[in-house]
């Protein structure tokens, strides 16, 4: 399949079941990543693919009061930013669904069992009040771009461990990244940087997460990457103010089976102090814990030796 088509046929089956009138509908079905309807009540019209990661698309799917049956799917290697290829499991899975007038629902899988397992949750409480509307644009800040700009002052442990800088918006329970604002990975050594800090410089207004990063052991060719996945809480910053020096945490990234296990803090606030006094004298005194929202990232676990999840997700031997 050519990229063009490919492109086109992830659009058609996207726009296909998120129609305009969705909040009107009695019930909604959501779907996590990965997820591919192949029908809705026999209906293959009502098919969906969400993709994952970048390419990861929302759906927001209408049901009317009553009794449905899915036929469910997954391709967890299909979607790769805007590449699309028709690859899906066999057989696929029936799940039925109870609809209830001002219910939302969300498709979940898990991918790790053997065999693999898709279920659907009632999930009006837990994601109440959540948006996944595009959020308004707001004025761009004014002054000049050395007014505007905020440092950000991570902890990274080991040393040689940093994350990256990524811009983009919180769309219900996801971090949603942009295409266009790639991550920034600075103080890259491979000798680690002083006590694990980094410091990075970022904009008014701009709203950033670190979703992604590298191990370094400072050997020349060891050099991991490093990716947040599954339930692994994506910290973001949103809406940064222009002028300020931000402690926004201390992140520890150990080894685990198949990846990475991630942990962070935020009650080291002195020791961060401690160090712009030493190696930072212009932004001594102004140091600041920054408020921040948790969501998740788009990305699947693959146990593949870049995952940065967390303690409690352990992969099922198969």
């Excluded at 089956?13 to 309807?37: F, K, Q």
């Excluded at 999930?123 to 771009?145: F, H, M, N, T």
């Amino acid at each position: 399949m050519n990229h063009a088509l490919s492109i086109a046929l992830l659009i058609l089956l996207s726009a296909g079941a998120n129609p305009a009138n969705a909040g009107d509908a009695d019930a909604i079905l959501r779907c996590d990543p990965a997820t591919v309807i192949r029908k809705i009540d026999g209906d293959p019209k009502r098919a969906y693919k969400a993709g994952f990661g970048q390419s990861f698309q929302e759906c927001a799917i209408p049901l009317s009061t009553g009794t449905h049956q899915l036929e469910l799917c997954f391709d967890s290697e299909g979607s790769a930013g805007y590449i699309y290829a028709e690859i899906v499991c066999t057989p696929n899975r029936e799940v039925t669904l109870d609809a209830k007038p001002g219910h939302t629902y969300r498709i979940k899988l898990d991918l790790h069992a053997d065999p693999w397992k898709v279920w659907v949750d009632d999930v009006s409480e837990s994601e109440a009040g959540l948006s996944y509307e595009k959020p308004l644009k707001k004025p761009k800040p004014s002054g000049s771009k050395k007014e505007q700009e905020t440092y950000l002052i991570l902890r990274t442990t080991p040393q040689h461990a940093q994350l990256a800088l990524q811009k983009g918006e919180i769309r219900g329970k996801w971090f949603d990244p942009f295409m266009t604002g790639l991550p920034k990975l600075l103080n890259f050594s491979r000798k680690g940087v002083p006590d694990g800090y980094h410091v990075f410089r970022a904009h008014a207004g701009e709203t950033v997460a670190f979703v992604a990063g590298q191990m370094m052991t400072g050997k020349v060719l060891e050099i991991r990457q490093v990716t947040s996945c599954g339930d692994f809480p994506v910290h973001v910053y949103e809406d940064l103010p222009a002028g300020k020096v931000l402690y926004i945490g201390h992140y520890t990234i150990q080894d685990a089976p198949g990846g990475y296990v991630g942990t962070w803090r935020d009650d080291d606030l002195a020791e961060a102090r401690a160090y712009l006094d030493s190696h930072h004298p212009e932004l001594v005194g102004r140091l600041e814990v920054v408020p921040f929202h948790t969501a998740l990232s788009a990305n699947l676990c693959r146990f593949s030796g870049t995952d940065l999840r967390t303690a409690g997700q352990t992969r099922q031997t198969p």
